[in-house]
C-alpha cells in the first residue's frame, strides 16, 4: 500500500450522522388540521353572520390564520440539520439553519472531548463538541431518547478514532 493510499483510508469516515428535528405532524395531518379549523371557521361564522355578530366572523379568522402562521414557522424550523462525520484524522460538523445557511466546524478526534450535560430526572440537556479554542454545540433540537443513543454512538466513535 502506498502513501496516498494509507492517507485516504485513514480520512474515509467510518461514523456519519444526519441529526434532523422529529416533527410529529406531516403534511396530510396539517392539511386535516387546518380543513377542519378552516370548516368549522365558515360553520361558526355563518352561525354568528346569520345573529349579526359579523365581527366575531372576522377575529375567530384571525385565529385561524394565527395557527396557520405557527405551524408554517415550526415546518420552517423543522428544515434544520446537523451533519456529524468521524474519521481516524478529522470530525467534522456541517450545521444547516432553517434558512439554509451552513456553517462547517472540523476537529482533530484526538484533540476534541465530547461534553454532555446531565439532569437526573431529564437525561440530557446539552451535548457539545469542545476543542481548546472552540466549542460546537450539537443536537439541541433532538428530543431525549433521540440525544442518548446518540451521545452513546458518538462517544463510541470518538473512542474508535482514538485507538485506531
Same mark, same amino acid.
Given at each position: 500500500?502506498?502513501?496516498?493510499?494509507?492517507?485516504?483510508?485513514?480520512?474515509?469516515?467510518?461514523?456519519?450522522?444526519?441529526?434532523?428535528?422529529?416533527?410529529?405532524?406531516?403534511?396530510?395531518?396539517?392539511?386535516?388540521?387546518?380543513?377542519?379549523?378552516?370548516?368549522?371557521?365558515?360553520?361558526?361564522?355563518?352561525?354568528?353572520?346569520?345573529?349579526?355578530?359579523?365581527?366575531?366572523? #372576522?377575529? /375567530?379568522?384571525?385565529?385561524?390564520?394565527?395557527?396557520?402562521? &405557527?405551524?408554517?414557522?415550526?415546518?420552517?424550523? =423543522?428544515? !434544520? *440539520?446537523?451533519?456529524?462525520?468521524?474519521?481516524?484524522?478529522?470530525?467534522?460538523?456541517?450545521?444547516?439553519?432553517?434558512?439554509?445557511?451552513?456553517?462547517?466546524?472540523?476537529?482533530?478526534?484526538?484533540?476534541?472531548?465530547?461534553?454532555?450535560?446531565?439532569?437526573?430526572?431529564?437525561?440530557?440537556?446539552?451535548?457539545?463538541?469542545?476543542?481548546?479554542?472552540?466549542?460546537?454545540?450539537? #443536537?439541541? /433540537?433532538?428530543?431525549?431518547?433521540?440525544?442518548?443513543?446518540? &451521545?452513546?454512538?458518538?462517544?463510541?466513535?470518538? =473512542?474508535? !478514532? *482514538?485507538?485506531?
Amino acid at each position: 500500500m502506498s502513501e496516498t493510499n494509507a492517507t485516504f483510508a485513514a480520512d474515509e469516515p467510518f461514523f456519519k450522522a444526519l441529526l434532523l428535528p422529529h416533527r410529529s405532524l406531516g403534511r396530510t395531518g396539517f392539511i386535516i388540521v387546518m380543513g377542519a379549523m378552516v370548516f368549522g371557521w365558515i360553520v361558526t361564522g355563518i352561525i354568528f353572520l346569520s345573529h349579526g355578530a359579523w365581527p366575531i366572523f #372576522g377575529f /375567530f379568522g384571525l385565529d385561524v390564520i394565527g395557527l396557520y402562521i &405557527a405551524f408554517r414557522l415550526n415546518y420552517r424550523a =423543522a428544515r !434544520a *440539520r446537523e451533519e456529524v462525520s468521524v474519521s481516524r484524522t478529522s470530525l467534522d460538523i456541517l450545521k444547516t439553519a432553517p434558512s439554509g445557511k451552513s456553517e462547517k466546524h472540523h476537529f482533530n478526534p484526538f484533540w476534541a472531548r465530547f461534553a454532555v450535560s446531565r439532569h437526573s430526572e431529564i437525561g440530557i440537556t446539552n451535548m457539545a463538541v469542545v476543542s481548546r479554542e472552540k466549542n460546537v454545540p450539537i #443536537g439541541g /433540537f433532538l428530543n431525549p431518547d433521540d440525544r442518548e443513543s446518540f &451521545a452513546k454512538a458518538f462517544s463510541r466513535a470518538l =473512542a474508535t !478514532a *482514538r485507538s485506531r
